[in-house]
């Protein structure tokens, strides 16, 4: 609820709505209690009096009534009618969704019907109709507009039901025994209440307008009785010669209507958990850059990244995901990035494109170079050029990278033709040789198939052929296989190493699996809290861990024929990266900590098998 207060607060035209609104609100409230003239006394000799005239503060009307009396107590009727309007309208649409999206097929068939037939009628006519039928009034205003907006909430709630209604946890609370009625109040009911919340907040200020709207026209509220539409409907023959007289009701409205919709559109981002973690915007098309000086190039490579950091920006806290990252990559090389789930691998490796989202990504410091030529803040057509035509990446999970309703052939044309100016046939030609390139069985047919007719490790497969689809210089593979199982992975490894040698292609494997890594990398580097703490050829690094991070990571792994023994774990738990401990990150869960490691920055030591640590294994 805090949370919630303070992203509503943060967005400031909420916060005003929010303002104006509880004014209103609260005029509203101790209207009965504040000193004005009755709202319905005429005084036909004070007719149509300018505001500021004696005790009128706001004049009078057509019958010499207070038009201040009149607008609040006017504005109390149309705040209570336009709430109970859409407190109506809301449960019952809700009530009407619910049901129809829960119990599906013919209950789900009649109900929907009945409310496409609601709404096949514009929705004033419609109300208009209702109203001449129960005779005008303000109560059966009220009732009009609340049954011309239920469709509006059944639809919506209806749609959100169907979504829930087929979800495991639904499958669990019948096995545990809940009949439909405790099914619908404690699994569904809590899931649709924040949606009912939201269209609510955004159809308030459109229920007063359509009450005000029945009442201009006569068939709301019932002289003397004001409402502002009333107001405004007796107030429209004096428009030209008292023009306060419709001014004053109409500002009333115009504020209370745009109080509430801004009020509303801040609930619904409010409310919404997507936008909790980023500002409320979309992502910029690159990484936002805030860094303060370029790094020298530290050496040779086909890819180098200096000294790279990126951190999350979210309110206050900052999350430090990588803390000056420096790689090289070489052509044709395979360089593999260890390290468990949080320690900042696929950050680093979205950083390189610019792909981390921003808000709230931030790269902070360092370079990223491609062949020389620094990457980072360059130009956005830059980058795109660049994005899948020299280096490519491939996720982990194909079903959610690729479009489901698109066949892959399409998907792979497209990935071809926005790069190179190729015809149709000629992409589909390119496409399936890429297909039969990961050793896809029969591209012609597959190619025809959509992502969801694929086994796991076909998918897989498309994904590097996407990957692959521009010819690029360096793919990037983000943990490709741990979607997979064993064989597959086996097969998909051996592809990317073939494919490796016939194109020449250099690879960041980024995985947290040391036998993919001894499989298919030559150099490994291991990430631990956003920084390498050891980088070195695979087998030395293998077979001499350095730093007893990596040591302990390796003894964690199962041996096969090496005999019953006990599997290390690590103790403790990886730092939180918006709070990290001063000197190494490491220290607090290693053995050979000493007070040394407990402040300052610990320099990397070693040329080709490189160490950050200040007690490395076997080195005194
Ligand atoms: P992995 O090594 O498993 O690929 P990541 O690179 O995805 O780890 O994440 C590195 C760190 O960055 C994690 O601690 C994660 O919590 C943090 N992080 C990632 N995305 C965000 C975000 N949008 N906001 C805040 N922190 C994030
Ligand atoms: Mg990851």
Redesign the pocket.
């Known amino acids: 609820m805090r949370l919630f207060l303070r992203l509503l607060l943060r967005n400031r035209l909420a916060g005003f709505g929010a303002v104006v609104l509880a004014a209103i609100v609260v005029l509203a409230l101790v209207t009965p209690l504040l000193p004005l003239h009755p709202p319905n006394a005429t005084n036909t000799a004070d007719r149509f009096l300018r505001p500021l005239s004696g005790a009128h503060l706001l004049g009078t009307d057509h019958l010499g009534r207070d038009l201040l009396s009149r607008l609040l107590w006017g504005t109390r009727l149309s705040l209570a009618v336009g709430f109970a309007a859409a407190v109506t309208a809301g449960l019952a649409g809700a009530a009407i969704g619910v049901v129809a999206g829960f119990f599906g097929g013919r209950t789900d068939n009649l109900t929907m019907r009945g409310i496409d037939m609601l709404m096949a009628f514009p929705y004033i006519l419609l109300a208009l109709a209702i109203v001449a039928v129960l005779g005008p009034g303000l109560m059966n205003a009220l009732i009009a507009v609340a049954v011309v907006n239920i469709p509006f909430f059944a639809r919506n709630i209806r749609g959100v039901t169907v979504g829930i209604a087929h979800r495991e946890f639904i499958d669990a609370a019948r096995l545990s025994g809940l009949g439909n009625a405790g099914i619908l109040w404690s699994e569904v009911v809590p899931n649709v209440v924040p949606v009912v919340v939201i269209a609510m907040s955004t159809t308030i200020g459109w229920m007063i307008l359509e009450t005000a709207g029945l009442s201009f026209l006569g068939l709301g509220s019932q002289p003397p009785q004001a409402d502002l539409g009333s107001m405004l409907g007796e107030a429209r023959a004096a428009l030209i010669t008292a023009p306060h007289t419709s001014v004053v009701p109409g500002v009333m409205i115009l504020l209370i209507v745009m109080s509430v919709n801004l009020l509303g559109d801040g609930i619904r981002d409010a409310l919404d958990p997507r936008l909790r973690?980023?500002a409320l915007a979309r992502p910029m098309a690159a990484t936002r850059v805030a860094r303060r000086s370029v790094p020298p190039p530290s050496g040779e490579g086909l890819l180098r990244l200096d000294g790279l950091e990126t951190q999350?920006h979210?309110g206050s806290r900052i999350?430090r995901?990588v803390n000056g990252v420096s790689l090289a990559l070489n052509p044709g090389e395979c360089l593999g990035l260890i390290?468990?789930?949080?320690?900042?691998?696929?950050?680093?490796a979205m950083s390189v494109m610019g792909l981390v989202?921003s808000p709230?990504?931030v790269i902070t410091a360092g370079a990223v170079r491609l062949q020389g030529r620094d990457l980072i803040g360059a130009p956005y057509e830059v980058l795109r050029g660049l994005r899948g035509s020299k280096v490519a990446y491939v996720f982990q999970d194909p079903l959610s990278t690729l479009h489901p309703l698109y066949r892959i052939g399409d998907q792979l044309a497209e990935a071809i033709r926005a790069h190179a100016p190729v015809g149709r046939a000629e992409a589909r030609a390119r496409a399936l040789r890429l297909l039969h390139d990961v050793r896809i069985p029969n591209p012609g047919d597959r190619a025809d198939a959509f992502p969801h007719e694929l086994s796991g490790g076909m998918r897989q497969r498309v994904g590097i052929a996407m990957a692959l689809a521009n010819d690029p210089d360096i793919i990037i593979a983000?943990e490709p296989t741990t979607a997979l199982d064993v064989t597959v992975q086996a097969q998909v490894l051996a592809l990317l190493d073939d494919l490796r040698g016939s194109r020449g292609l250099a690879i960041l494997f980024?995985t947290h699996d040391f036998g993919v890594v001894s499989q298919l990398c030559d150099r490994v580097a291991v990430?631990y809290a956003?920084q390498v703490v050891e980088e070195g050829p695979t087998a030395e690094v293998l077979a001499a861990p350095a730093h007893p991070y990596t040591r302990r990571l390796i003894a964690c792994v199962p041996e096969l024929g090496a005999g019953r023994r006990a599997l290390a774990a690590i103790p403790g738990l990886p730092p939180a990266?918006d709070d990290l401990p001063p000197g190494c990150a490491f220290a607090p869960r290693c053995d050979r900590a000493t007070d040394a490691c407990q402040s300052g920055e610990v320099a990397v030591s070693g040329s080709l098998h490189k160490v950050r640590c200040h007690h490395p294994e076997g080195r005194p």
């Open positions: 973690s980023g999350f979210v999350f995901a390290g468990e789930s949080g320690s900042g691998k696929s950050v680093t989202a709230p990504g983000d980024i990430m956003g990266v």
